[in-house]
């Protein structure tokens, strides 16, 4: 039953991980209609249920996000922004996450590095929260030179810097709470009149002043770096007509520097809780990892991480079972016609695809709350609905940096997992709840792990 007020949010930012929210609509509808119908407040908003409407998903362009270009330009990213604007985008930021320079940007350093920090909890404490670990670490990674902005951030030695001390402000410490964020996107001509901000302002003028600062300094000296940073300078100093203003520039890169470190590090502690909750599966992973490596002298490179076939079967099932985000959403752009059905979706109108209640749907996968990597055998993917695994969402809008994030997480796995073992600490609350406040998930409480070296 819908609440006048918050239509059929209740519990969503209170009780329910938003994911958790759109499978009990999906679990009740399943088999009986294509889509449900709801409200958030007093706006409708369609969940696809029938997985074969996704294909059509992909057509539809904006997701119907909230953003003000005016008064908060974090909120003005790719992710939020829509049409030609977002059409401008992908392909420019692509060069971004070719191969070659992916080949570039893993090296052994980063692994040292995680090592060093994880022989100190070894050593010392025996026990760690794996979500802080986690994002010092890839924070560390997405701002290594070369890779998004060509800055080393040293958070794994210096947890202070101020590059992970705000990034970190943004998902702690969000400016709204999930159902405050529906809300908003609900009313977004209202916000935007009133100046709306999605984002506190010290984060906003912490990356504005990053930006600014970057510029200047570049234009100034003459100096061209191969990153990412160097790529929307141009798309800002260039002389087209579509060039992108500063806030835009800001915007994007705001966007890169929190996907690339937050979802990661959600997979990463997931993983590790799952390798802790099945230590032969733990015991097959370091010992494939090290079988590998041996091939490579020791190297961790880029060759030898895509070699570890077992290592992408764990990641993609922590994915399946712990995607960091449970839902899409899209808007459709002109009127929808259901198909097979006298329905018409109006153009404006919110979509979400439930990606948490496909990834739990005992039809895709037998036993879903069983973490099993052999749902990502070459057998079962094969026999298998192709949409059916969505962490990174589906079509034109899926997401631009997969094979970094990939590469990033795999590559906190081997460092974490070559020389350490871990066991479940009491201090970790079970069953796993899903905090209901924030987009990405991450368990109530923190999951803590029991770490020892091992030879
Ligand atoms: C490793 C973990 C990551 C996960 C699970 C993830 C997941 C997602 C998902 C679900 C979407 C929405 C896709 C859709 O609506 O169909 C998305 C979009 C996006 N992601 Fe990621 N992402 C990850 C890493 C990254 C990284 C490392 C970057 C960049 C450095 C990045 C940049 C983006 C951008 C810019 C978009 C918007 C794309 C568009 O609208 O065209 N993501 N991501």
């Known amino acids: 039953m819908a609440s006048r007020l918050i239509g059929n949010l209740k519990g969503v930012g209170q009780y329910d991980h938003d994911g958790l929210l759109t499978q009990k609509f999906y679990k009740k509808l399943k088999g009986r209609s294509p889509i449900v119908g709801v409200y958030y407040s007093i706006k409708p908003v369609a969940i696809f249920i029938d997985i074969n409407l996704i294909k059509d998903f992909a057509s539809f362009h904006d997701r119907g996000i909230y953003y003000n270009e005016r008064d908060d330009p974090l909120s003005t990213h790719l992710i939020s922004l829509p049409g030609d604007k977002w059409k401008q985008l992908p392909s420019t930021c692509s060069p971004t996450f070719t191969s070659l320079k992916m080949k570039t940007m893993f090296s052994t350093m980063m692994e040292v590095e995680m090592k060093r920090k994880l022989t100190k909890f070894a050593r010392v404490e025996k026990s760690l929260t794996l979500k802080k670990v986690m994002s010092l670490f890839t924070m560390d990674v997405i701002g290594m030179g070369g890779c998004a902005f060509g800055f080393e951030t040293n958070s794994l030695e210096d947890e202070n810097n101020e590059f992970f001390r705000m990034g970190i402000s943004v998902f702690d410490n969000p400016g709204y709470s999930t159902r405050s964020t529906f809300v908003l996107q609900a009313f977004r001509g209202y916000?935007?009149?009133?100046?709306?901000?999605?984002?506190?302002?010290?984060?906003?003028?912490?990356?504005?002043?990053?930006?600014?600062?970057?510029?200047?300094?570049?234009?100034?000296?003459?100096?061209?770096?191969?990153?990412?940073?160097?790529?929307?300078?141009?798309?800002?100093?260039?002389?087209?007509?579509?060039?992108?203003?500063?806030?835009?520039?800001?915007?994007?890169?705001?966007?890169?520097?929190?996907?690339?470190?937050?979802?990661?590090?959600?997979?990463?502690?997931?993983?590790?809780?799952?390798?802790?909750?099945?230590?032969?599966?733990?015991?097959?992973?370091?010992?494939?990892?090290?079988?590998?490596?041996?091939?490579?002298?020791?190297?961790?490179?880029?060759?030898?991480?895509?070699?570890?076939?077992?290592?992408?079967?764990?990641?993609?099932?922590?994915?399946?079972?712990?995607?960091?985000?449970?839902?899409?959403?899209?808007?459709?752009?002109?009127?929808?016609?259901?198909?097979?059905?006298?329905?018409?979706?109006?153009?404006?109108?919110?979509?979400?695809?439930?990606?948490?209640?496909?990834?739990?749907?005992?039809?895709?996968?037998?036993?879903?709350?069983?973490?099993?990597?052999?749902?990502?055998?070459?057998?079962?993917?094969?026999?298998?609905?192709?949409?059916?695994?969505?962490?990174?969402?589906?079509?034109?809008?899926?997401?631009?940096?997969?094979?970094?994030?990939?590469?990033?997480?795999?590559?906190?796995?081997?460092?974490?997992?070559?020389?350490?073992?871990?066991?479940?600490?009491?201090?970790?609350?079970?069953?796993?709840?899903?905090?209901?406040?924030?987009?990405?998930?991450?368990?109530?409480?923190?999951?803590?792990?029991?770490?020892?070296?091992?030879?």
């Open 191 to 455: 916000a935007r009149k009133l100046r709306l901000k999605l984002f506190r302002d010290e984060v906003i003028k912490f990356y504005t002043d990053f930006v600014r600062n970057t510029i200047d300094y570049r234009l100034k000296n003459k100096e061209e770096r191969n990153d990412f940073m160097q790529i929307l300078i141009q798309l800002h100093t260039s002389k087209r007509e579509d060039k992108l203003s500063f806030n835009e520039v800001v915007g994007q890169t705001f966007v890169f520097h929190i996907a690339g470190f937050e979802a990661s590090a959600s997979i990463l502690q997931f993983c590790f809780y799952e390798l802790a909750c099945n230590p032969d599966i733990q015991n097959r992973l370091r010992h494939h990892i090290n079988q590998v490596l041996r091939k490579y002298d020791g190297e961790v490179t880029y060759e030898a991480i895509m070699d570890m076939k077992y290592l992408d079967q764990i990641v993609n099932e922590t994915l399946r079972k712990n995607p960091p985000f449970g839902m899409l959403s899209r808007e459709t752009t002109l009127n929808y016609k259901i198909p097979g059905t006298d329905c018409i979706l109006e153009k404006g109108t919110s979509l979400h695809i439930p990606i948490y209640a496909i990834h739990h749907d005992p039809e895709f996968y037998p036993n879903p709350s069983k973490f099993n990597p052999d749902n990502f055998s070459e057998e079962a993917v094969k026999n298998r609905h192709p949409i059916a695994f969505l962490p990174f969402g589906a079509g034109p809008r899926a997401c631009i940096g997969v094979r970094f994030g990939v590469m990033h997480v795999k590559l906190g796995v081997i460092a974490g997992l070559r020389k350490f073992k871990y066991t479940l600490s009491p201090k970790t609350r079970q069953p796993i709840k899903l905090q209901s406040k924030f987009f990405v998930a991450q368990p109530e409480g923190g999951i803590w792990l029991n770490i020892e070296s091992v030879d």
